[in-house]
């Protein structure tokens, strides 16, 4: 006799999935050249900073 499908199982079947994603499927997906520091090339580290743009004008006083 098999179970019937209720809101019970469906839920437990989308959380177990949710848990798997999020839990299980990045570690399965991560890359294991990352893992090991001595072989892999340093990675390079962008810095940037914001700067403001002389020409830009408020267009009124109480706009922000």
């Given at each position: ?5 209720t809101?019970k ?16 499927a990045p570690?399965?997906?991560a890359n294991?050249?990352s893992a090991s520091?001595?072989d892999s090339?340093p ?5 940037f900073s914001v ?6 004008v408020?267009r009124?006083?109480?706009v922000?």
């Amino acid at each position: 006799m098999s179970q019937p499908h209720t809101r019970k199982t469906f839920l437990a079947k989308v959380l177990g999935a949710l848990a798997f994603t999020g839990l299980i499927a990045p570690r399965l997906l991560a890359n294991p050249a990352s893992a090991s520091g001595s072989d892999s090339a340093p990675a390079v580290k962008a810095s940037f900073s914001v700067k403001t743009d002389p020409r830009s004008v408020a267009r009124a006083d109480d706009v922000v």
